[in-house]
């Protein structure tokens, strides 16, 4: 496996397999990979002849502080991981790569960034919007794939390949979540998750399954109203936000059913540490 941390030393192997023609697969990543990444890693080998992993934890995309700092990092783990499944490249700049002097690109993402995640998180879309660019431009990937755990994002980044990566035929594709065997979504802040807070975790996925489904008798309203109780029963946790949206729009629907082309996406704070999830219908 080649690592690389200069972008220079990236782009002069990549201008050589881009004259043999070789497809690049790409999974960005902020490292401290779990199973639900390794998921991404086995699809993109299956689809193009060389896949480049990326490792960055992306201070811009970050709206607390504390959240970045805490966010976990073992690099030798990760490269480890990688090694034993085979990837090809490894691409883990430091902030100063990626970053070297101030922007303030903004990105027009349609009011995609400004619900849910977007409206709790001030900012983030617009932090995951500047760096997957600056890795579509030096990387070019024929496919690029995304985890639908963070559903938001997959919508949002479909969108700024059709808006701004108009000539470039980046395709993206998106990988089903990847869960426990009890039904909790793979992430890596599950790491932080003590005992009781990763018992309570469960709660969350088991909600969703619970009553989101298709020939569900119960209104809009009244499932709202049972996610919401269920889950802030539970002493360890509290719904930040639980909306029920057009997959494409991502605006709350209108209709009282549940109807096919919808998700119901939700934010979880157990204790301190924030959890997302999302079933579709
Ligand atoms: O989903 C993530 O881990 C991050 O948002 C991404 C896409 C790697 C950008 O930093």
Known sequence: MNIYRKIINLNVNLAKLKKNGTTIGFVPTMGSLHEGHLSLLK??????DVTIVSLFVNPEQFNSAVDLELYPRDELKDFKMLEEHANDIV????VKEMYPKKEEHFFELDGLDS????????GHFQGVAKIVSKFFEI????NAYFGKKDFQQAVIIKYLVKKYFKKSDINIVICDTVREPDGLAMSSRNLRLNKAQRKAAVLVSQTLFKYIKKDSKLS???????VFDTINENQYLQTEYFNIVNNETLQDI???RLEHGVTACIAVYADEIRLIDNVSV
């Open 43 to 48: 699809r993109s080998k299956k689809e193009n």
């Open 91 to 94: 691409f883990c700049p430091d």
């Open 115 to 122: 619900v849910m995640e977007g409206k709790y998180r001030s």
């Open 139 to 142: 990387i070019k990937p024929n």
């Open 220 to 226: 809009i309203t009244d499932i709202k109203k049972k």
């Open 254 to 256: 209108e209709s009282e």
